[in-house]
């Protein structure tokens, strides 16, 4: 099933329901899928890839609302930043655990041919690539500065 077929029947779930909160992260889910979908050059169809790729930029853009909202005190808006992550994060593939990324990066460093930080930008990219959906970016460099330095 499409992300939006998915998304569009759990929001008539979360009506049923009355589920306010997680109503108001899903119809945002579906305003921004219907953005993409029908932004210039777009194809008619959303792939998978793109889908994911747009979740994990509200996801990211929530928490970094969050970390601001929690800087400043506002506990009731940090409350809601997280909640809305909660019902946005099941849509999105299985992320790795920290040993796995470490294993992935190992192996994306030997094949690369990769033996010091200079070198990190080749390694950023083939990893970015392979692992998009998976891990946030910003953890994947950190991962491939350590194992370089």
């Known amino acids: 099933m499409a992300l939006i077929d998915l998304i569009n029947n759990d929001i008539k779930e979360a009506m049923k329901a009355k589920e306010k909160e997680r109503l108001e992260a899903l119809r945002a889910v579906k305003a921004e899928l219907l953005l993409l979908k029908t932004a210039a050059g777009a194809s008619d169809e959303i792939s998978d890839a793109d889908g994911v790729k747009l979740l994990q930029k509200m996801v990211k853009q929530r928490k970094e609302s969050a970390g601001i909202y929690k800087e400043q005190n506002r506990e009731d808006l940090f ?13 999105l593939p299985q992320q790795m655990t920290d040993d796995e990324l470490t294993v992935a990066v190992r192996e994306i460093i030997a094949r690369v041919g990769a033996t010091s930080a200079k070198e990190m930008g080749k390694v950023m990219g083939v990893a970015t690539k392979e692992l998009a959906g998976k891990v946030e970016g910003k953890l994947i460099s950190e991962k491939v500065k350590s194992l370089l330095a």
């Open 79 to 91: 409350a809601q930043e997280m909640a809305q992550i909660s019902y946005i994060q099941p849509y």
